[in-house]
C-alpha cells in the first residue's frame, strides 16, 4: 500500500507558462489528454493553476496570467497520502502540484490517484506521459498487479521487469528486477510456476501482492501529435 505522496505523483509533469494563450495551451490539453495544469515560473515554481474549463470559456486569444486560479495547491513528495487527502477535502480542488524542498514544481497528483492510493491499487497515468528512464534508455509500463491478463500486456519481446511488493500500512517496495529475453513469457511463467519465481516473493506472487511494471530493450517514447 502506498504511503507518501511519492509513490503515487505522476512525476512527468506539464506546465504552461503566464504569457502562453489560452487557444494553444487548449490545444496542449486535447494532445495530451489532460484537464489541467500548474503555471510555473521560469524556475519552475508554480504560480498558479489554469483548467480546461477555464480555457474554454474564454477568448482564445487570452493569456494564461489572466486565467489562472492563485493561489495554487501544493504538498510535498514525501508528504503522508492521507495529508493529501485531506487538503483535496478542504480546498474543495481535485489536483494538488507536488514540490521540492525549493517549492519547484516535481509532480503531479490527482484526488483518484490519492483515492488508488488509499485502496492499495496501482496508479496509472495518461499514455501521453511514457515513463521514460533517461539513464537506461527504457520507457517503462505503468505498475499494475501481476496477473495473466497484465502479463499479457508484457512486452513479447527482450527487456526488463520489477516486481513491486504492496502491502497495508507499509511503503511500496521493488522487490526483484530481472532482465529477461521475453518479459511475456518471463511473467507467465512466475505465474503458472511459482517455482519459478524468487522463493522470497513465492506467497506475494500467489496471493496478487506483487506489482509489476515493464520495459521492452531499445524503446523510446513516443511524442504526442
Same mark, same amino acid.
Given at each position: 500500500?502506498?504511503?507518501?505522496?511519492?509513490?503515487?505523483?505522476?512525476?512527468?509533469?506539464?506546465?504552461?507558462?503566464? =504569457?502562453?494563450?489560452?487557444?494553444?495551451?487548449?490545444?496542449?490539453?486535447?494532445?495530451?489528454?489532460?484537464?489541467?495544469?500548474?503555471?510555473?515560473?521560469?524556475? *519552475?515554481?508554480?504560480?498558479?493553476?489554469?483548467?480546461?474549463?477555464?480555457?474554454?470559456?474564454?477568448?482564445?486569444?487570452?493569456?494564461?496570467?489572466a486565467l489562472m486560479t492563485v493561489p495554487v495547491d501544493t504538498i510535498t513528495a514525501?508528504?503522508?497520502?492521507?495529508?493529501?487527502?485531506?487538503?483535496?477535502?478542504?480546498?474543495?480542488?481535485?489536483?494538488?502540484?507536488?514540490?521540492?524542498?525549493?517549492?519547484?514544481?516535481?509532480?503531479?497528483?490527482?484526488?483518484?490517484?490519492?483515492?488508488?492510493?488509499?485502496?492499495?491499487?496501482?496508479?496509472?497515468?495518461?499514455?501521453?506521459?511514457?515513463?521514460?528512464?533517461?539513464?537506461?534508455?527504457?520507457?517503462?509500463?505503468?505498475?499494475?498487479?501481476?496477473?495473466?491478463?497484465?502479463?499479457?500486456?508484457?512486452?513479447?519481446?527482450?527487456?526488463?521487469?520489477?516486481?513491486?511488493?504492496?502491502?497495508?500500512?507499509?511503503?511500496?517496495?521493488?522487490?526483484?528486477?530481472?532482465?529477461?529475453?521475453?518479459?511475456?513469457?518471463?511473467?507467465?511463467?512466475?505465474?503458472?510456476?511459482?517455482?519459478?519465481?524468487?522463493?522470497?516473493?513465492?506467497?506475494?506472487?500467489?496471493?496478487? *501482492?506483487?506489482?509489476?511494471?515493464?520495459?521492452? =530493450?531499445?524503446?523510446?517514447?513516443?511524442?504526442?501529435?
Amino acid at each position: 500500500m502506498a504511503l507518501l505522496v511519492s509513490e503515487i505523483m505522476n512525476p512527468e509533469l506539464f506546465g504552461v507558462r503566464t =504569457s502562453e494563450r489560452a487557444a494553444d495551451v487548449q490545444r496542449f490539453f486535447v494532445s495530451l489528454g489532460i484537464i489541467g495544469a500548474p503555471v510555473l515560473d521560469r524556475d *519552475g515554481t508554480p504560480v498558479g493553476f489554469v483548467s480546461f474549463r477555464d480555457l474554454i470559456v474564454s477568448d482564445p486569444t487570452t493569456h494564461v496570467i489572466a486565467l489562472m486560479t492563485v493561489p495554487v495547491d501544493t504538498i510535498t513528495a514525501d508528504a503522508p497520502i492521507r495529508t493529501a487527502a485531506e487538503r483535496i477535502a478542504e480546498s474543495g480542488r481535485r489536483h494538488l502540484v507536488v514540490v521540492d524542498d525549493m517549492g519547484r514544481a516535481v509532480g503531479f497528483v490527482g484526488a483518484v490517484d490519492i483515492l488508488r492510493g488509499m485502496l492499495g491499487r496501482p496508479v496509472p497515468h495518461p499514455a501521453a506521459f511514457p515513463h521514460y528512464d533517461a539513464a537506461t534508455g527504457l520507457v517503462w509500463s505503468d505498475e499494475t498487479q501481476l496477473t495473466f491478463a497484465s502479463a499479457d500486456l508484457a512486452p513479447q519481446a527482450a527487456g526488463m521487469f520489477t516486481l513491486i511488493l504492496a502491502r497495508a500500512d507499509a511503503p511500496n517496495e521493488v522487490v526483484w528486477t530481472e532482465v529477461s529475453g521475453n518479459v511475456r513469457q518471463r511473467l507467465r511463467e512466475i505465474l503458472t510456476t511459482p517455482g519459478t519465481a524468487p522463493p522470497h516473493l513465492m506467497d506475494a506472487a500467489l496471493s496478487g *501482492g506483487l506489482w509489476v511494471r515493464t520495459a521492452a =530493450s531499445g524503446a523510446r517514447p513516443a511524442l504526442p501529435p
